[in-house]
C-alpha cells in the first residue's frame, strides 16, 4: 500500500473508531484503546512497550527537571528521582517534604531515611529498599 493510500485509509479508521486516550470497552466488552486497539486480544508489542517506557521515562525526567536541586544530583541519584517519579507521579512526589528538604541540603543519608519511612516505602518494598540504598551510598 502506497503512503498516499495509508494516510487515507488511517483516517478513515480514525472517523470509524475513534481515538480514545484511556482504555474504555468496546461495544461488546473488550478493552479497547487508541484507535480501536482491542488490547484483550492483541497485546502490545515489544517495540510499542518500549516505545511507551522511552515515553513515560521522558515525562519523568521532565518533571524532575522541574527541581532546582535535581540538577545538581549526579547521574546516579537523579535515575532514583525519576524512578519515583516514574511510579508515582508529581502530585504523590512532591508529598516527600521532608526528603526533598534533605536533598536541597544535600544530605542523601537523611534523603534515603524519609524514603523509607513513608506509604510508599511498604507499598513497593523491595523497590523502596534499592532506590534508599543507591540513594544513600550514591552508587
Known amino acids: 500500500m502506497n503512503k498516499k493510500m495509508k494516510e487515507i485509509l488511517k483516517a478513515q479508521l480514525i472517523r470509524h473508531e475513534g481515538k480514545r486516550y484511556r482504555p474504555y470497552r468496546d ?38 527537571s522541574k527541581f532546582l536541586w535535581y540538577i545538581g544530583l549526579d547521574e546516579v541519584r537523579q535515575s532514583v528521582i525519576v524512578n519515583m517519579l516514574f511510579n508515582m507521579g508529581m502530585e504523590k512526589f512532591t508529598s516527600f517534604r521532608k526528603m526533598i528538604k534533605a536533598l536541597e541540603q544535600k544530605k542523601y543519608v537523611l534523603a534515603a531515611k524519609e524514603m523509607l519511612d513513608s506509604k510508599w516505602a511498604a507499598q513497593v518494598e523491595n523497590r523502596a529498599h534499592e532506590l534508599a540504598g543507591i540513594m544513600e551510598r550514591g552508587k
Request: hydrophobic share 40%; glycine share 8%.
Open 27 to 64: 461495544s461488546v466488552g473488550k478493552l479497547t484503546v487508541g484507535v480501536g486497539r482491542n488490547i484483550d486480544d492483541v497485546p502490545f508489542s515489544e517495540d510499542e512497550i518500549m516505545l511507551m517506557l522511552e515515553n513515560d521515562i521522558s515525562h519523568a525526567i521532565e518533571d524532575a
